[in-house]
């Protein structure tokens, strides 16, 4: 029963959707983990079985619950899975290779964060897109005089696209903000290799970083009700408004159609109702 006293009939198909993404999120957890330990310890073997899948196992996770809703950011990860792979291959051609699929991913994710309603959202925090671009300016102005020009031209763009991204990130709620928060983290970290300033630790702090920034953009993408797919057909919520009786059926069913209609009617008839006054 439900708030309003109506039946609401859940299906199994959602505890059965949950049980079958949690080994997708444990496998993303387990090849982060072999994955950085390749890095730690120096072992190219385990980063070339592990980072290639990374975004794979969460496009499966973002797509096995979302269904098709957010292509953009789907195609995102895409960009990001190859991105990967060029990035595992040295040299100046791989890197810049890396650098222009990961500008791929960045411009999709962006337009997933637009399509989430992300223009609205930031037109009415000025001072944080602000902070955002103070961010990039800074970085520019202290990594550019150590690159290469060509090099520095490219990576200033890409830099203006992850920081748009990354603020754009903030209309999906605080959860996407982190994500995109730490992912400028782990690339202004490898900006500071390509630049030359080598911190202690920063080779070891980029993968734990983007592996962080990329789970958690998708769970972003996957906790919102809006953003959850049909199970076994066009559901609706139970005590939504377009199901007022609290009826969990599809769109198109008889039982639905009936429950409107009642409503409806009842909806007719209860004003009139008011302005019957008892006899004396």
């Known amino acids: 029963m439900t708030a309003r006293g109506t039946c609401s009939v859940r299906p199994a198909g959602r505890r059965r959707r949950r049980s079958d993404t949690a080994p997708l999120l444990a496998l993303f957890t ?4 072999v994955d950085i330990t390749g890095v730690v310890l120096d072992v190219p073997v ?15 996770y973002v797509r ?4 098709t809703r957010h292509p953009a950011f789907l195609t995102g990860l895409g960009f990001a899975a190859a991105g990967d792979v060029a990035l595992l291959f040295p040299g100046p051609v791989a890197f810049a290779t890396g650098i222009a699929l990961f500008l791929g991913a960045q411009l999709c ?19 944080l897109c602000c902070a955002y671009l103070a961010v990039w300016c800074a970085a520019v102005l202290a990594l550019a005089p150590a690159l290469e020009p060509g090099l520095a031209v490219g990576l200033s763009f890409y830099g203006l696209v992850l920081v748009t991204m990354a603020c754009a990130a903030h209309v999906k709620g605080a959860r ?16 500071l290799g390509a630049a030359g300033v080598d911190l202690p630790g920063r080779s070891l702090l980029v993968m734990p970083t983007y592996v962080v920034a990329l789970a958690l953009l998708a769970t972003a993408f996957t906790t919102g009700r809006e953003d959850r797919a049909p199970l076994d057909g066009p559901f609706v919520a139970a005590g939504d408004t377009a199901d007022p009786v609290g009826i969990r059926a599809p769109r198109s069913s008889p039982v639905r159609a009936r429950a409107r209609a009642t409503v409806t009617a009842w909806r007719r008839v209860r004003p009139a109702r008011r302005r019957v006054r008892p006899g004396p």
């Open 176 to 191: 996407a903000a982190w994500g995109g928060a730490v992912f400028l983290v782990s690339d202004m970290l490898i900006g």
């Open 109 to 127: 994710w962006t337009t997933a964060f637009v399509r989430a309603g992300a223009v609205p959202h930031l037109r009415r925090r000025p001072l």
């Open 30 to 33: 387990a090849l982060a983990a």
């Open 46 to 60: 385990l980063e070339w079985a592990t980072k290639p899948l990374l975004a794979p196992v969460l496009a499966l």
């Open 64 to 67: 096995r619950i979302t269904g």
